[in-house]
């Protein structure tokens, strides 16, 4: 191994840290899927992992520190004069300790130290409106939030008492003449179009004149959870979704000339950022609401990647959301970051 | 004296930060890590929800279960919590006074009707909310809308068939024939019902 890459993976990761990262994924693993004590929620699972390349970005930041420290931009003119070697080495260096990291993280499952949780359905509440058309009908309204997943779908209580048409010619449908027809004494059944999931928006209209009532409180969106395979999958989104964050990290501490620590820090507020899953409300006006646009706006320069991060209780809204031009716009993003990284800057003086 | 002005590298980190500092402080920015956070707080409330149970504390198991809604979208610690103290503790086997009963009978129900927007299967807590109010409330209080807010409940939970979680053929054709019902006989008939179901069939 090029002594380079395996200075600095000893540095990054002594044998302390090892061990605590070892007793991290344990801890994370009991308190989600302990027979017992656990909370029983690959969701919650995830979170904990997630933590772990924080710290990484975090003790990253430190190492380069110390490197400056040491007087390592110096010696790396006079080791390679093009100045690739030391970023490209740890930027290898980064994606190797963070593949491994999320491999630990596979280890309590694979090795059947736990089982995993059933997979259910997470049963979420809807946001519903309601208004009537010149021709009496009434249009339903529906807010899920935010971006959901394909394979989602609505389910919805009618109150029959004051129908006034028979259940043979009931028909609930939406603007696209995609129809549904509800029955007495059973919850109608909605499946998403791509669309409606990915707006996390649709109409709903029954017959004219209907009478048919839809009990607002008891409309719920039905996501069915990522089975136990999905394990790898989800974490593997994780790593996509930190990488471009080590590459961003070492951008920042390269051309912005900041401290690792200050780099890591706002590597973090834009890791927080791009995991913000955006709901489309009505901001107002006043310094709060400026504040919030701006933070909007930084959110939509970024690639929609928050999907990639689906994590914690609710985590199956976000699972499989990433569309592949985002992840692709989002490692591209870290792409740029490591070239201008790499590119030749003369060190600090003092 | 030589003086060393922050680069723009480093004003726009600091920029970023403070962005991110006051998003988090308002709410509209979370920070990384804040959902493991949550997991653990949803954890550590389902301890202290359990311990409650055993040591008897109705007040706290409500409100613990209220919180592990809130942080988890579960909503099973709330609904056993509300029959705990709206069905249970207003119970005949809790030898209460008519006045307490009617206290703890009360107070279950408002934290159910309080939570339902966020209640995951808000189908199953409808029966706990009948129930209470047909069985517990209404002796107590003989107010007509405590007996048809329960009947009213009932109805939405076999229009929904019993819901996703306890649906129930039995329950929809049930709808079905209560539809063919006149509107004078709707009632009466959800009243027959729920004391058929609350009277087992051998008695």
């Known amino acids: 191994m090029n002594p380079l890459l395996k200075g600095f993976l000893r540095e990054v990761m002594p044998w302390t840290w090892q061990v605590f990262f070892a007793l991290a994924v344990c801890t994370a693993a009991s308190l989600s899927f302990d027979a017992s004590l656990g909370a029983h929620s690959l969701g919650t699972y995830l979170a904990?992992?997630?933590?772990?390349?924080?710290?990484?970005?975090?003790?990253?930041?430190?190492?380069?520190?110390?490197?400056?420290?040491?007087?390592?931009?110096?010696?790396?003119?006079?080791?390679?004069?093009?100045?690739?070697?030391?970023?490209?080495?740890?930027?290898?260096?980064?994606?190797?300790?963070?593949?491994?990291?999320?491999?630990?993280?596979?280890?309590?499952?694979?090795?059947?130290?736990?089982?995993?949780?059933?997979?259910?359905?997470?049963?979420?509440?809807?946001?519903?409106?309601?208004?009537?058309?010149?021709?009496?009908?009434?249009?339903?309204?529906?807010?899920?939030?935010?971006?959901?997943?394909?394979?989602?779908?609505?389910?919805?209580?009618?109150?029959?008492?004051e129908a006034t048409v028979s259940p043979e010619n009931a028909v609930v449908q939406s603007p696209d003449e995609r129809q549904v027809r509800p029955i007495p004494g059973e919850l109608v059944q909605w499946d998403l179009s791509e669309a409606e999931a990915r707006v996390g928006k649709l109409v709903l209209q029954p017959n004219a004149q209907s009478g048919l009532i839809l009990r607002k409180q008891l409309c719920r969106l039905e996501?069915?959870?990522?089975?136990?395979?999905?394990?790898?999958?989800?974490?593997?989104?994780?790593?996509?979704?930190?990488?471009?964050?080590?590459?961003?990290?070492?951008?920042?501490?390269?051309?912005?000339?900041?401290?690792?620590?200050?780099?890591?820090?706002?590597?973090?507020?834009?890791?927080?950022?791009?995991?913000?899953?955006?709901?489309?409300?009505?901001?107002?006006?006043?310094?709060?609401?400026?504040?919030?646009?701006?933070?909007?706006?930084?959110?939509?320069?970024?690639?929609?990647?928050?999907?990639?991060?689906?994590?914690?209780?609710?985590?199956?809204?976000?699972?499989?959301?990433?569309?592949?031009?985002?992840?692709?716009?989002?490692?591209?993003?870290?792409?740029?970051?490591?070239?201008?990284?790499?590119?030749?800057?003369?060190?600090?003086?003092? | 004296m030589k003086r060393n002005l922050p680069s723009a590298g480093q004003i726009l980190a600091i920029g970023l930060l403070l962005l991110g500092l006051a998003g988090a402080s308002l709410?509209?920015?979370?920070?990384?890590?804040?959902?493991?956070?949550?997991?653990f707080q949803g954890w550590w409330t389902l301890r202290r929800f359990h311990q409650a149970e055993s040591d008897g504390d109705l007040p706290a198991m409500l409100e613990l279960g209220k919180q592990h809604l809130q942080l988890t979208g579960q909503g099973d610690a709330l609904e056993f919590a509300a029959y705990h103290v709206a069905y249970g503790a207003s119970g005949p086997s809790s030898n209460r006074l008519p006045a307490d009963a009617l206290y703890w009978a009360q107070t279950g129900l408002q934290a159910l009707e309080e939570s339902q927007d966020l209640l995951p299967d808000p189908w199953s807590s409808l029966q706990t909310q009948a129930y209470t109010l047909v069985e517990r409330v209404f002796p107590l209080t003989y107010d007509r809308d405590d007996l048809y807010q329960g009947l009213r409940a009932i109805e939405d939970r076999?229009?929904?068939?019993?819901?996703?979680?306890?649906?129930?053929?039995?329950?929809?054709?049930?709808?079905?024939?209560?539809?063919?019902?006149p509107d004078s006989e709707r009632n009466p008939f959800i009243l027959k019902r729920l004391e058929r179901a609350l009277i087992p069939e051998d008695e």
Not at chain 1, 131 to 149: I, Y
Not at chain 1, 294 to 312: I, N, R, S, Y
Not at chain 2, 27 to 38: F, H, I, K
Request: hydrophobic share 50%.
């Open chain 2, 158 to 181: 076999l229009a929904a068939g019993g819901g996703i979680v306890q649906s129930s053929s039995g329950l929809s054709q049930l709808y079905r024939d209560f539809l063919t019902l």
């Open chain 1, 223 to 350: 996501i069915p959870r990522p089975e136990a395979d999905a394990l790898p999958r989800l974490l593997l989104h994780q790593f996509l979704f930190f990488l471009p964050l080590f590459a961003i990290l070492l951008a920042w501490f390269r051309c912005g000339r900041i401290r690792g620590s200050l780099s890591a820090m706002a590597t973090f507020t834009i890791a927080s950022i791009a995991a913000l899953p955006l709901s489309p409300v009505d901001l107002g006006s006043g310094p709060v609401a400026a504040l919030a646009k701006m933070l909007v706006l930084v959110k939509l320069a970024l690639p929609p990647v928050e999907g990639l991060l689906a994590t914690g209780h609710r985590f199956d809204r976000l699972a499989d959301t990433t569309p592949e031009l985002g992840i692709m716009g989002w490692l591209m993003l870290g792409g740029l970051a490591l070239w201008l990284a790499t590119r030749r800057r003369p060190p600090r003086k003092g």
């Open chain 1, 48 to 161: 904990y992992i997630s933590i772990l390349p924080m710290v990484l970005l975090f003790r990253i930041g430190s190492v380069l520190d110390r490197r400056a420290q040491q007087g390592w931009p110096h010696q790396e003119i006079l080791r390679n004069a093009n100045g690739h070697k030391a970023p490209l080495n740890e930027m290898i260096g980064s994606a190797i300790l963070l593949g491994a990291t999320l491999l630990l993280g596979m280890a309590p499952i694979v090795s059947g130290l736990y089982p995993m949780p059933n997979p259910s359905s997470g049963l979420y509440p809807v946001h519903v409106q309601f208004t009537t058309q010149d021709d009496g009908t009434e249009l339903w309204l529906f807010d899920l939030g935010s971006t959901v997943p394909k394979t989602a779908r609505l389910l919805l209580t009618v109150d029959w008492s």
């Open chain 2, 27 to 39: 709410g509209t920015v979370q920070p990384l890590g804040a959902r493991s956070w949550q997991g």
